[in-house]
């Protein structure tokens, strides 16, 4: 019985197929590939270049200016290393203390714009999410306030707390006299950062609620309908079930108003400019003082230097919200 010889196949066709020839058009198919990425890169590297140069550059710039002294009008730098942080955080006694008082202040509008806005919002989206009819209108009701002009809302909150504005008016004809404030509300050192923590958190509630319903919209039915087989009633849904599976959204929440409360001063800046005294000073309107309003001085250097010290607790706190979200999820 005689064994049947296959033709040896030589060369690297032979070795599992590696040397079969590319089917018909590869080349062509790889070219033009080719060509689409350098479409792409070439599309994107105007907004690359224009980052890189107002971006980059600034951001380089502020940071090496943090550590010198420059009053914006004179060619030169003086580099005090460190020394500008020392003078904001305790050394000086003419920027230290305004920076601390401002500090104790941000901490307090920290805290409760996004836990204020949080206790808003997420009540106002489940409700509007039991909505059925008007829901479209209700919504777009809702989120007048963040599509209105900053400026203009502003102005008109101010006149509203003023001594003769509608708040007072309001009170004393629903009998509440008492809780009148003669000065206004921006006026009495006693409420006029909380009445300003109400105005933030007015203006902040529309995106946090409508990124609520979002989620609302997306959770299965099929898991409310088994939490009310089980016995649970509206409330136990809600903060039981749908609250924990909307707990991302918390987080997101609770970081943007964060960076809001750290870094924003343009409320603060139009309604009190800090006042009355240093009762509403911020962080960010301090180093917007120290950049704009002392000229005269070398403090640029002071404010570049505050605003870095912002973005340090900024990014401390990014990461302690993404390590908290981990950790629940």
Aim: proline share 7%; no cysteine.
């Amino acid at each position: 019985m005689t064994t049947a010889h296959r033709p040896a196949l030589s060369g690297p066709a032979g070795a599992g197929g590696e040397g079969r020839r590319p089917p018909a058009g590869a080349p062509a198919r790889r070219r033009r590939i080719r060509l689409e990425s350098v479409s792409g890169y070439l599309f994107v590297a105007p907004a690359v270049i224009l980052f890189a140069v107002m971006g980059l550059y600034t951001i380089g710039y502020g940071f090496a200016l943090s550590f010198a002294t420059w009053n914006g009008f004179t060619p030169d730098w003086k580099w005090v290393g460190l020394d500008n942080y020392a003078d904001l955080l305790w050394r000086d006694p003419v920027y230290a203390p305004p920076v601390q008082a401002a500090a104790l202040n941000t901490l307090w509008v920290m805290i409760f714009v996004p836990l204020l806005t949080v206790a808003v919002s997420f009540p106002l989206a489940v409700l509007l999410n039991q909505v059925k009819r008007l829901q479209g209108v209700l919504r777009s009701i809702y989120f007048v306030p963040y599509v209105t002009s900053g400026i203009a809302v502003y102005f008109a909150w101010r006149y509203i707390l003023q001594p003769d504005g509608a708040v007072n008016f309001l009170l004393g004809q629903l009998g509440l006299g008492s809780l009148q404030e003669p000065q206004g509300w921006l006026g009495n050192p006693d409420t006029a950062l909380g009445t300003l923590i109400v105005v933030i958190v007015w203006g902040n509630v529309p995106v946090a609620m409508l990124l609520y319903l979002t989620g609302l919209q997306g959770i299965n039915p099929s898991v409310l309908e088994a939490a009310q087989l089980d016995g649970a009633g509206w409330w136990r849904t809600n903060l039981s079930v749908v609250w924990p599976l909307l707990m991302p959204l918390t987080a997101i929440n609770v970081l943007l108003n964060l960076r809001e409360s750290l870094h924003g001063f343009q409320t603060f800046l139009v309604m009190t400019n800090g006042g009355p005294g240093t009762h509403t000073d911020v962080l960010g309107l301090e180093a917007y003082r120290l950049a704009f309003l002392e000229n005269l001085n070398p403090t640029l250097g002071l404010s570049s230097a505050l605003g870095w010290i912002l973005f340090a607790v900024a990014m401390v706190l990014a990461l302690i919200n993404l390590r908290v979200l981990r950790s629940r999820v």
